[in-house]
Nanobody
């Protein structure tokens, strides 16, 4: 049963922007959960890039994306967003929404997240 559904990916040129969405309306443990965004490029490990704690809104960003990525949430709709600006070719990856019933903490570790979406592809051309 899929509880997290990503959308908003696509093919863009470097310098462009995208807003990814994660529909968590089917995720019953949404409140008081950390909603994270991860990405996985071909041949590379999955890495966490941003997260938001649904109750309170505290955010976390990995250093590589600070200043370009913005994570937010709409609790009324159970939607989580990832705004990506100034896209670079190295941002090309499958982007995943994930959740864990805990605070986000200082690091986003794949193994800590229990629920995952199917992913949405982001491709950036130079």
């Amino acid at each position: 049963q899929v509880q997290l559904v990503e959308s908003g990916g696509g093919s863009v040129q470097a310098g462009g922007s995208l807003r990814l969405s994660c529909d968590a309306s089917g995720y019953t443990a949404y409140f008081s959960s950390c909603m994270g965004w991860f990405r996985q490029a071909p041949g590379k490990e999955r890495e966490g890039v941003a997260a938001v704690y649904t109750s309170g809104g505290r955010t976390y960003y990995t250093d590589a994306v600070k200043g370009r990525f913005t994570v937010s949430r709409d609790n009324a709709k159970k939607l989580v967003y990832l705004q990506i600006n100034a896209l670079k070719p190295e941002d090309t990856a499958m982007y995943y929404c994930a959740a864990k019933q805990a605070y986000c903490g200082d690091m986003l570790l794949v193994d800590d997240f229990t629920d995952w979406g199917q992913g949405t592809q982001v491709t950036v051309s130079s």
